[in-house]
């Protein structure tokens, strides 16, 4: 069993070893790609990806820096992790590389792969984190204040006048009952009519 033995001998010495992922991260650094076998590829991601997130750190971090320049030998392309790759993978939580499996190799029969840099830019679905969805939820709140402000607004003069049109109309009706009744009560009377029958003269 190989409980607690981290990582894949290579069939080197610890020295030859560390010496070979060494180049290979400062090379895939460098032109953004290269094709290895399967077993080196998976060693250098984990070490290329520890060097991208030194990087993201910034420039100005000297600690940072020089824990790059333990790994990689090259103080320009340390200059290029710090200045391009890392503002590039800011945004981006990890799974800054891919294994790209290719055919194998002539010869031997080992199994070859493309170890190459992701250049897609980060989507919402990719991020899947609490900082994405905080910013997305403060983009909606702004844009649903701007909407609120955008409306019209009346003012208390409008208000106002609104309300005496309205009771305008209110008291309209009534004005018109009183009318009926004072000119019912100016009509003359209508004259009794007698009970008793005229007597006929004989």
Known sequence: MR?????RKLNRTWSHRKAMLRNMVTTLLDL??????????????????????????GGDDLSARRQALRVIRSKRVVAKLFDELGPRYADRPGGYTRIVKVENRRG??????????????????????????????????????RKV????VETPEEVEAVEGEATDVDEAPAADDTTDEAKADTAEPEAPADDEPEKKED
């Open 149 to 152: 402000e955008e409306e019209p």
């Open 108 to 145: 031997d029969g080992a199994h070859l792969s493309i170890l190459a840099m992701v250049k897609e830019p980060v989507t919402f679905k990719d991020m899947k984190h609490k900082r994405a969805m905080l910013e997305e939820e403060a983009k909606l709140r702004t844009e649903s204040e």
């Open 32 to 57: 953004e790609q290269i094709e290895t076998t399967d077993a080196k590829a998976k060693e250098a991601r984990s070490l290329a990806e520890k060097m991208i997130t030194l990087g993201k750190r």
């Open 3 to 7: 409980h607690r033995h981290k990582g």
